[in-house]
């Protein structure tokens, strides 16, 4: 078998995979087969995706932050400018910790019957990583910004990426969910 026939083939199963796993579809009514241990595990392997994702960004941004220390510039920086740092450099840290965090939980729990309560713990550190995540780089723009931008502007700018961020990363899912929960509503109705 070729490599590209061994591609199609995991992409086809890939795709029997996710339809089975997403086989509720509430337009339709269609129960869902998906099994209790079927349902925490795809949920585990999502959560190891969204680490693998995450893990990247973090470590990458956090071994910047930590070379900053080690510039000329670095020593002119105002008292300010050092405050914001060493809080950027702090939630940086938590927000790696945080975000590893599942890999330490299945590694020290694993055998021990208790993925449930695994998946519900690593769910609940992602989500503490992310907003620590995203406070990193809101700091972490005000530090660069505050030494680029002159005046209030980078604060101003700072604001509103935090803004996005809240609109993108957790205002957007909030509002699919609710509306998914009205729809399951009114169906059920």
């Given at each position: 078998m070729t490599m590209t026939e061994q591609r199609a083939e995991a992409a086809e199963e890939n795709t029997a995979c996710c339809a089975h796993h997403h086989s509720h579809d509430p337009r339709t009514g269609a129960e869902d087969t998906e099994t209790p241990r079927e349902r925490v595990n795809r949920r585990w392997n999502e959560i190891l995706q969204e680490t693998r994702v995450t893990q990247t960004g973090v470590q990458i941004l956090f071994g910047f932050l930590l070379s900053v220390a080690f510039t000329p510039v670095f020593r002119e920086l105002e008292l300010l400018d050092r405050?914001?740092?060493?809080?950027?450099?702090?939630?940086?840290?938590?927000a790696t910790a945080s975000l590893i965090a599942p890999v330490s939980l299945h590694r020290l729990l694993s055998g021990q019957?208790?993925?449930?309560?695994?998946?519900?713990?690593?769910?609940?550190?992602?989500?503490?990583g992310m907003v620590l995540l995203a406070l990193t780089i809101g700091c972490?723009?005000?530090l660069i910004l505050r030494f680029v931008v002159?005046?209030?502007?980078?604060?101003?700018?700072?604001?509103?990426?935090?803004?996005?961020?809240?609109?993108?990363?957790?205002?957007?899912?909030?509002?699919?969910?609710?509306?998914?929960?009205?729809?399951?509503?009114?169906?059920?109705?």
């Open positions: 405050v914001i740092y060493v809080t950027t450099v702090m939630l940086g840290a938590a019957r208790m993925k449930d309560e695994v998946v519900e713990a690593a769910g609940r550190m992602m989500m503490c972490t723009l005000l002159p005046g209030v502007l980078a604060e101003v700018l700072v604001g509103g990426i935090m803004l996005w961020f809240g609109l993108c990363w957790y205002a957007l899912p909030l509002r699919l969910r609710r509306r998914a929960g009205r729809r399951s509503r009114s169906d059920a109705a």
